[in-house]
Each structure stands twice: as structure tokens, then as C-alpha cells.
């Protein structure tokens, strides 16, 4: 398959903004994760989403490379106004990403929480090639938006991989301690070391926490 390692899919997962549109087209944007293993590139999307939704609907679904914290933020949330978006062979993708990938979605497997897809590029584009150092308050803002997702739909979402601060005989109280301790990390992390789109995403997303906590 198509290396697309100079669109910014590496090895492992990289954290993306998927884009894709209901058969009406209607578009919608969120953060999802690309598998890439042995050059294949797959999605794990759990149900309940707008994107599964879109990608059962039209199986396309396009990857949006971006290190801006604040667009990771905002399509968790869900407000993206639709000048955010541009076409990109006729489908959604977002004005602001490095690189776009459009891919066609092939079910391969199927499981009570979620369906995984095998991607398939049809077009890529890179719009802007830059290089960039690690930031530790981008990373704490992707953990801290990892952790909102998961909080909102009743810790459903990737928890059989990460289950370093949810043992079962925890009881629900001091598990929302634990959340409560890592969201105020992250925070302290971003406070130190993020620039403002870092910040405004970390407020977002305690705001957000709040709501769903409250
Ligand atoms: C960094 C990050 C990665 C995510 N990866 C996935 C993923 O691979 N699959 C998935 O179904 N949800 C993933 N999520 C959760 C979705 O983004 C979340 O459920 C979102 O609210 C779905 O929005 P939608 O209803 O507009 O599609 C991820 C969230 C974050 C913050």
C-alpha cells in the first residue's frame, strides 16, 4: 500500500482529526486514531458516534494531520462552524490541517462496542510541510482529550488497553478522584509548557469535564 509517511502517518497510531459527511452531506469532524502496522492503515470506531455513523453510511472518511491542540479540543466538543471546512474531491476536510488523506472504509472486523476498518487511500495532499519539536502541553492536551472522550461515554471508549488507573476493586468515587488527579497533571503540565492554543484546549476540556461531571 501507498507509504504515507510523508503525510504524517507513521508507525504506530497517530492521533488525527477524521472528517467525514452523512449521506445528506453534512460534514463533522473528531479526533480518532490511525493504526499503522506493516504499511496497512486501519480505524477502530466505537458506536455511537456521528462519524461511525457517516462512515457506515458513505465508507469515506478522510484523515486530517494537524498539531494544533485547540482543533483536537474543539471537534471532541463538537463546534466546528462549517467555514472551518474546504472540499477536498468533493468531501469535507478541515481548512487548517497539514495533510489530508481521503480514504475508502472497509469493515474487517466487528465487535459488540466497535467496528474496525482497513483504509484505503484514494487521494493525499500535503498543504504545508513543517517541522515541528515535541511539546509537552500538546501531548498533555491529547492525553487530557483522551480522558474527557473516555469520561463521557462511561469509560467505554480504548479501556481495555489502558488500564493502569482502573482496577476493578476501585469503587466509582475514587476512580473520579484519579481522572480529577491526571486532568490536573495535564493541566499543570500545559500551564508550563503549552502556548495559548494549548492553553484554550486545556480550558475546553476542564470545561467540558465539568459539565459531564456535574
Ligand atoms: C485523541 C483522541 C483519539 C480518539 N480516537 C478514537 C478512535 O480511534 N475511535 C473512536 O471511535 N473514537 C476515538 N476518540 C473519541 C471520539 O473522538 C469521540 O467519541 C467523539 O466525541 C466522536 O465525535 P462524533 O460523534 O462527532 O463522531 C478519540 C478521542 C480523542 C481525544
Same mark, same amino acid.
Request: hydrophobic share 40%; proline share 3%.
Given at each position: 500500500?501507498?507509504?504515507?509517511?510523508?503525510?504524517?502517518?507513521?508507525?504506530?497510531?497517530?492521533?488525527?482529526?477524521?472528517?467525514?459527511?452523512?449521506?445528506?452531506?453534512?460534514?463533522?469532524?473528531?479526533?480518532?486514531?490511525?493504526?499503522?502496522?506493516?504499511?496497512?492503515?486501519?480505524?477502530?470506531?466505537?458506536?455511537?458516534?456521528?462519524?461511525?455513523?457517516?462512515?457506515?453510511?458513505?465508507?469515506?472518511?478522510?484523515?486530517?494531520?494537524?498539531?494544533?491542540?485547540?482543533?483536537?479540543?474543539?471537534?471532541?466538543?463538537?463546534?466546528?462552524?462549517?467555514?472551518?471546512?474546504?472540499?477536498?474531491?468533493?468531501?469535507?476536510?478541515?481548512?487548517?490541517?497539514?495533510?489530508? $488523506?481521503?480514504? %475508502? !472504509?472497509?469493515?474487517?472486523? &466487528?465487535? *459488540?462496542?466497535?467496528? @474496525?476498518? #482497513?483504509?484505503?487511500?484514494?487521494?493525499?495532499?500535503?498543504?504545508?510541510?513543517?517541522?515541528?519539536?515535541?511539546?509537552?502541553?500538546?501531548?498533555?492536551?491529547?492525553?487530557?482529550?483522551?480522558?474527557?472522550?473516555?469520561?463521557?461515554?462511561?469509560?467505554?471508549?480504548?479501556?481495555?488497553?489502558?488500564?493502569?488507573?482502573?482496577?476493578?476493586?476501585?469503587?466509582?468515587?475514587?476512580?473520579?478522584?484519579?481522572?480529577?488527579?491526571?486532568?490536573?497533571?495535564?493541566?499543570? $503540565?500545559?500551564? %508550563? !509548557?503549552?502556548?495559548?492554543? &494549548?492553553? *484554550?484546549?486545556?480550558? @475546553?476540556? #476542564?470545561?467540558?469535564?465539568?459539565?459531564?461531571?456535574?
Amino acid at each position: 500500500m501507498e507509504d504515507l509517511t510523508e503525510a504524517g502517518l507513521r508507525e504506530g497510531i497517530s492521533e488525527v482529526i477524521a472528517t467525514t459527511q452523512s449521506r445528506a452531506g453534512i460534514p463533522n469532524a473528531a479526533p480518532v486514531g490511525i493504526l499503522n502496522s506493516d504499511g496497512r492503515y486501519h480505524v477502530r470506531l466505537y458506536r455511537g458516534s456521528r462519524t461511525i455513523a457517516n462512515v457506515e453510511e458513505t465508507r469515506r472518511l478522510a484523515v486530517n494531520v494537524t498539531m494544533d491542540a485547540l482543533l483536537f479540543a474543539k471537534t471532541l466538543i463538537g463546534n466546528l462552524s462549517p467555514s472551518d471546512f474546504s472540499l477536498f474531491h468533493g468531501f469535507p476536510v478541515l481548512k487548517e490541517a497539514n495533510s489530508w $488523506i481521503l480514504f %475508502r !472504509c472497509n469493515q474487517v472486523e &466487528e465487535d *459488540e462496542d466497535s467496528l @474496525l476498518f #482497513m483504509l484505503y487511500p484514494l487521494a493525499v495532499a500535503v498543504i504545508r510541510a513543517g517541522i515541528c519539536a515535541i511539546n509537552r502541553g500538546l501531548n498533555a492536551v491529547i492525553e487530557a482529550a483522551i480522558l474527557v472522550s473516555r469520561w463521557r461515554c462511561g469509560h467505554v471508549y480504548g479501556q481495555g488497553q489502558e488500564q493502569e488507573h482502573a482496577h476493578p476493586h476501585q469503587g466509582e468515587g475514587m476512580q473520579v478522584q484519579m481522572q480529577l488527579a491526571r486532568m490536573r497533571d495535564y493541566e499543570r $503540565i500545559v500551564a %508550563r !509548557c503549552g502556548g495559548r492554543r &494549548e492553553k *484554550e484546549a486545556m480550558q @475546553l476540556l #476542564m470545561d467540558e469535564l465539568y459539565k459531564t461531571h456535574h
